[in-house]
């Protein structure tokens, strides 16, 4: 401290030497170093004698410090600070002074073009809503529909034939025609812009169109990467982007098919049963299980009692091919029918149809041991069977009132879309359009008369539920699908288990794609055979996924040009591909899935069903059945290092990608600068989603059996003095319920209560005991003795007719670029919990690493927030 003092001595005057100290000494106290509080101390002296700080500029720059230079600290330096200041200096004359009047100027030009489009966009949506009256009206365009009524019907097929030639040949033309590189940049550009507009006016027209805007880039790109971008002169380069190109192939028929498959989605809405009770037909209801605990089944039992519907017309089984005891103890005190067979061979199919052997109903309602339905569920499904006498199947969604492992593990629960919220909610919808729907083997009502037209439930392949609708489309029946939750079941706790059941789904498509494929054999239309195949070949994403993955790397590592063209041409023609898909996919399947959030998907899964998917392909009979567990707990928050192994493989080679590419660009030839560094940025985009398949593999802690859902329904509470308190239930599960009271102090911890609840115009009386109890919130737990009781409770909450209808819609829309950010929030999230998860030689290194990212990052300069009054 002397030393300093002497040095201060010998460069200043005493007078303001006391300021001096005084800085230093601040400096000190906020755990500042004594050689960076001497080194700006000094370095404040040395400004303040070359520069004129008293004047009124350089003190107009003092007081907006903060404004100007919002991530440095005049408190609190840091070591290199001198260097941030000049560097936020250069950006200040560079952007602020010089190109702020020009950025605000466009920035109002924008809001202005803004408003306006918005207002086209009105009156475009406002014409096109009364398009349909003004067309009924027309006399000109009814005198011309039934002119073309009464055309021979042969005229009109050849009509229709002729002009879907002619279109079809405008598209190949405008597919396949070539461009100069800005005359490709002028097209885009204008179906962009279109796109734009049109991905703002509701309704199910401009959808359309936005798939056609698609489908012309699409088209354009394949076109163009089969006939321009293959390097034939070099053998490297022509295997690797044949690979890439096949990969491409793939995905680009999986979005034709896609749109094909949604294109129309048909909302089908229950349909009215017979007045009279006599005319109902028989059900059996069926609920399988395995190895599956009693605590999960017995909610599924206690629901399927209380379905609404004349108990001499139903029937419940449990089916038990774990032949246990207490299982059929617990039919016997329960009152239904109890089936163990004595072998075992085909698993859930199996089961299925040996008791189909001693069943005698009409029809046969399947439900997963942990599916629990609502009380309606037959009153809403059963009408249809009386108004389509070809009706064999008619599904429900498959709703999970538990978090699934992506939702827990990235606490995305009810925030973004569930993983199956897009096959159930628009996939299966779209299907019921082409009369297509898949049998999920759950949640569903089939006609027994036509399961036994067909040997019953089919056993030949692992997904035996596909197969059978399969089955019955190709005897000509129909399907049908009502996209309204009707059941909710436990979703799988682990990843794990989560990923051996897409194993197993996999391996069934792909089994049935070589057994059975749906685009050979009689009975199927075309538009059925599209549906079932874009569903098996959804399941081969392993393979190009990995592709995708690692493509860049090629490049990189061996200088093979994947795609053979110049750097600005892949930019026009890859770019408006992803992005149309992007917005299109983002207008039909927003309420569904998010944007960016299928690459994660498709990743964690890809290493996975690549190997057993291939091997289906060759060998459809090797494999076994594997039944996914439910109702299991997660002790301690943790890495699954097994799972993610392959996840950190490639994490390693796109970060050594990184290496490579920064090589090249300091030692490599200058005109291949663009394609290195279109390459780091693909490897760049690949390590985020890598990273967001990290954070999924960290399963979050679950130490509950029941998962508690949420809820908000009066309620009331009565205490042993006979006082009785209104209430809020804010969530419940099978063994309690959380209330709010209101006000606390009403209830003690030990306290025997009574829950009153209403269902229509019925009260329950519940007793249970008071479990904890947290200011006006009191946890309790239910004392349900009797099955009355029991069932009585599930009606009252799990199984409430409305209980899952309204879950989709707290589910925001999608916004592409928000979830963009949310991905690349994720991505780097999945990189910090695998430092913090890492071992401690790991850790030290890594983190080190981290520190000195962001050392470097620290220098960038900030954008300077303006002020709004220059804004507007």
Request: hydrophobic share 45%.
């Amino acid at each position: 401290m002397g030393l300093l003092h002497s040095g201060f001595n010998a460069i200043i005057p005493a007078a303001p030497l006391s300021k001096v100290s005084k800085r230093y000494t601040d400096y000190r106290q906020q755990n500042v170093s004594p050689v960076v509080s001497f080194l700006y101390c000094a370095g404040y002296v040395l400004l303040w004698t070359l520069f004129c700080f008293e004047s009124p500029s350089w003190q107009k720059v003092r007081e907006k410090q903060l404004e100007w230079f919002p991530q440095l600290s005049s408190s609190r330096p840091r070591f290199a600070d001198g260097l941030r200041y000049a560097i936020q200096s250069l950006w200040l004359v560079i952007i602020r002074q010089e190109k702020q009047p020009s950025f605000l100027f466009i920035r109002r030009k924008f809001t202005e073009f803004k408003a306006w489009c918005s207002h086209r966009n009105q009156a475009i949506t406002r014409w096109l809503n009364h398009l349909p009256k003004r067309i009924q009206e027309n006399e000109v365009e009814s005198r011309s529909e039934d002119r073309i009524k009464s055309l021979n019907p042969g005229v009109r097929k050849i009509t229709f034939i002729v002009c879907s030639v002619l279109a079809a040949v405008l598209a190949i033309i405008c597919i396949s025609q070539p461009f100069d590189l800005f005359a490709q940049f002028i097209f885009v550009l204008l179906l962009w812009g279109i796109a734009m507009v049109t991905r703002r006016i509701p309704g199910r027209f401009p959808s359309l169109i936005m798939i056609v805007l698609s489908l012309t880039i699409s088209c354009r790109y394949i076109w163009w990467r089969y006939t321009s971008t293959l390097n034939w002169d070099d053998p490297l380069s022509l295997v690797c982007g044949l690979l890439l190109l096949a990969a491409e192939t793939y995905a680009w028929v999986v979005l034709v098919l896609g749109y094909f498959q949604s294109i129309w989605p048909l909302h089908r809405k229950p349909a009215p049963l017979p007045e009279n009770l006599t005319d109902w037909p028989s059900v059996d209801i069926m609920v399988p299980t395995y190895n599956e605990g009693l605590n999960v089944v017995k909610p599924t039992i206690y629901a399927a009692l209380g379905i609404d519907w004349p108990q001499d017309k139903r029937t419940i089984y449990l089916l038990d091919d774990g032949n246990r005891p207490e299982f059929k103890a617990f039919a016997k005190e329960v009152g239904i029918r109890y089936i163990a067979r004595p072998t075992h061979e085909h698993a859930k199919a199996g089961n299925i149809n040996y008791a189909l052997e001693q069943a005698t109903s009409e029809f046969v309602a399947i439900f997963d041991c942990d599916h629990v339905p609502t009380r309606s569920f037959l009153q809403l499904t059963m009408g249809w069977f009386f108004k389509d006498k070809k009706l064999a199947m008619l599904q429900t969604p498959h709703h999970f009132f538990s978090p699934d492992p992506f939702e827990r593990n990235l606490g995305s629960f009810r925030h973004t879309p569930n993983e199956g919220s897009l096959f159930y909610g628009l996939v299966q919808d779209g299907n019921d359009m082409w009369n297509a729907t898949f049998f999920c083997g759950s949640c569903a009502i089939m006609r027994r008369s036509a399961l036994d037209e067909i040997n019953g439930i089919a056993v030949e392949t692992v997904t035996e539920d596909a197969h059978t609708s399969l089955r019955l489309h190709r005897q000509g029946y129909t399907s049908a699908y009502i996209r309204i939750p009707l059941a909710a079941g436990l979703a799988t706790e682990t990843l794990s288990a989560h990923i051996s059941q897409r194993i197993r789904w996999a391996r069934g498509m792909v089994q049935i794609f070589r057994l059975d494929n749906p685009l050979f054999g009689k009975g199927l239309r075309l538009a059925q055979r599209l549906c079932y195949a874009n569903a098996m070949l959804h399941f081969l994403s392993g393979i190009p996924r990995l592709i995708f993955l690692t493509a860049p790397l090629a490049f990189l590592f061996f200088h093979a040009y994947i795609i053979f063209a110049p750097a600005l041409a892949i930019a026009l023609y890859v770019l408006p591909h992803m992005i149309h898909a992007s917005l299109t996919n983002s207008r039909i399947q927003g309420k569904f899935r998010h944007s960016f959030w299928s690459e994660i998907y498709e990743t964690v899964l890809a290493w996975y069903i690549a190997r057993p998917t291939t091997v289906a392909l060759f060998d459809p009979l090797k494999g076994t059945f594997n039944v996914t567990a439910k109702g299991g707990l997660v002790e301690e928050s943790h890495l699954d290092w097994v799972i993610s192994r392959p996840y950190f493989v490639l994490v390693s080679l796109n970060l050594i990608g990184i290496v490579a590419g920064i090589w090249k660009l300091y030692s490599g030839p200058i005109n291949e600068i663009p394609t290195v560094l279109v390459s780091m940025v693909w490897v760049a985009y690949n390590l985020i989603i890598l990273g967001g398949a990290v954070a999924v593999s960290i399963e979050a802690k679950q130490i509950r059996h029941s998962p508690r859902i949420q809820i908000s329904m009066p309620a009331a509470i009565s205490r042993q003095d006979g006082h009785l308190f209104p209430c809020t239930l804010r969530d419940y599960s099978d063994g309690g319920v959380g209330i709010e009271m209101g006000k606390p102090d009403l209830v003690n911890q030990g306290d025997e209560l009574v829950l009153i609840l209403k269902r229509g115009d019925r009260e329950f009386a519940f007793r249970c005991v008071v479990m904890r109890v947290f200011g006006a919130m009191v946890g309790v737990k239910l004392q349900l003795k009797t099955t009355q009781e029991n069932i009585d409770f599930m009606q009252c909450t799990f199984a409430r007719a409305d209980t899952w209808a309204l879950w989709q819609e707290g589910v925001p829309q999608d916004k592409p670029m928000q979830s963009l950010a949310d991905v690349l929030k994720l991505g780097f999230r999945g990189y910090q919990r695998m430092v913090e998860y890492s071992p401690p030689f790991i850790y030290s290194i890594l983190g080190r690493m981290a520190s000195v990212i962001a050392w470097l990052i620290s220098f960038l300069p900030h954008r300077v927030n303006q002020p709004k009054k220059e804004v507007a």
